[in-house]
């Protein structure tokens, strides 16, 4: 009797022995089970999300094709001309691809992420854009763009510069705006984007020389990065010019005008140069704490090229960083003269703007307004009412392409700035359509600005 006991009391032993092996296993299987799962959803997400994204890009490439299509029409002469069924888009004239590009963000019957389809002659309706079916698996991923806008009337025109392209030149357009109705001119640079990585700082501003100049430190303020040093150049004649006109400033006119503008976060008076006790020789930008803005007159570039006035830099007052909730760091409105002649001409006005040390690189937008008061475009606000704006409104200056792209659930959306040829320029429809030897197509190089990742 008391040999079965010991055995029970062995077996029992052994029992709990294996179960709790048993169970620690299961718990372990169990972990990695989870952390495969896991990982293997976070693969199908990634890889999701990377067709869904290049779906999105594949809209911005149609966008491209669309908008050479109304460039094109624009090119025979074509009139806006609008669809009469606008839920059966096929067989479209020149004039209504003129009417999509142009007139179709006015009315409010159409659903413009329809746009890009439709102008390339495709069914439109829910999800537009072309279906990929992903092959050689035994699930096909429903992968296309839902949407696809394009925009050639554009409030501002945004650009970047860079150590290897210090120097960007705009020629604004302006449609049925003459460009002698601009008054003044806003540049805004240093983005969100520009602080990544960046290790400038209010507190050690070179001027490119030997000379520094240094302003207080901020007690107690974590330093932000510098924003660079900008100028802008104004280039600009009458309908009639000689060359020589470049070279002077004739009363209140000139044809050709250069400002500095040297960002610092507080505008001091007591600023010194190589620890000497020196005031600051700069000019001063008026700032408005209200909007944010800096404003420089009409004499700056008008003196700008008279020989007898020194064109010093103007100091600029900029905001701290992301923080302050604006998009980019430093916005400045520059006066315009007139030409030499008075009457400026559409054909002859650019704007330049660039980094004088090459670094860092920048990214910038400019705003053209025209006189207090003037009205230089209208705007509907959401209930419909229209309000005048000085704001000027640029159009082919450059597109601006939103696109979202789908793959199953999981979508990817794309912003995107494309520089726009003139609509004289040779089409690029031609090589677009173009298929050599071996299936290689020619292709517009079309140059991205800006991009935005969603």
Not at 36 to 46: L, W
Request: glycine share 8%; proline share 4%; net charge negative.
């Amino acid at each position: 009797m008391k040999k079965g006991i010991k055995r029970f009391r062995k077996g029992a032993a052994s029992f709990y022995i294996v179960a709790f092996s048993t169970l620690i296993l299961m718990i372990i299987a169990m972990s990695f089970a989870a952390v495969i799962i896991s990982e293997v959803t976070r693969t199908s997400n990634d890889d999701l999300s990377q067709s869904a994204y290049d779906s999105a890009l594949a809209g911005v490439e149609d966008a491209k094709i669309a908008f050479a299509n109304y460039q094109n029409c624009k090119l025979l002469g074509a009139a806006a001309e609008k669809p009469g069924n606008l839920n059966n888009l096929s067989g479209l004239t020149c004039g209504n691809i003129v009417w999509l590009m142009e007139e179709s963000n006015k009315d409010s019957s159409f659903n413009d992420c329809d746009m890009v389809s439709a102008m390339l002659g495709r069914a439109v309706g829910g999800d537009s854009g072309t279906e990929i079916k992903e092959s050689n698996t035994s699930n096909n991923m429903s992968q296309f763009y839902t949407c696809a806008k394009i925009r050639n009337h554009l409030e501002n025109y945004i650009g970047s510069t860079s150590a290897s392209n210090p120097i960007v030149v705009v020629r604004p357009k302006f449609g049925n705006l003459s460009a002698d109705s601009i008054d003044s001119v806003t540049i805004r640079w240093f983005s969100d984007k520009d602080y990544e990585g960046s290790n400038y700082n209010f507190n050690n501003i070179s001027d490119g020389s030997d000379a520094k100049v240094v302003f207080p430190s901020l007690t107690g303020m974590v330093t932000p990065p510098m924003p660079p040093t900008v100028s802008l150049t104004v280039v600009q004649t009458g309908t009639e010019f000689s060359l020589d006109d470049f070279e002077k400033t004739s009363g209140d006119n000139t044809d050709r005008g250069t400002v500095y503008m040297v960002p610092y976060n507080s505008i001091k008076s007591n600023a010194v140069v190589n620890g000497n006790n020196k005031t600051d020789n700069r000019n001063v930008a008026t700032y408005n704490s209200n909007t944010g803005i800096n404003s420089i007159g009409l004499d700056a570039l008008k003196k700008s090229n008279d020989k007898v006035n020194k064109n010093l830099p103007y100091a600029v007052r900029c905001e701290d960083g992301p923080s302050s909730g604006k998009n980019y760091a430093c916005s400045v409105n520059i006066k315009l003269p007139k030409p030499i002649g008075g009457t400026r001409s559409d054909e002859t006005f650019m704007i330049v703007v660039a980094t004088p040390y090459g670094k860092p690189k920048m990214e910038f937008s400019l705003e053209f307004y025209c006189g207090d008061g003037a009205t230089c475009s209208k705007h509907e606000d959401s209930t419909g009412a229209e309000t005048n704006s000085s704001l000027a409104i640029l159009e082919g200056v450059q597109i601006e392409v939103d696109s979202t792209g789908r793959a199953n659930d999981l979508y990817r959306r794309v912003r995107a700035r494309l520089e726009s040829s003139d609509a004289s320029a040779l089409s690029i429809m031609g090589p677009l359509e173009l298929s050599g030897d071996g299936g290689t197509a020619l292709q517009k190089n079309y140059y991205s600005t800006k991009e935005y990742n969603f």
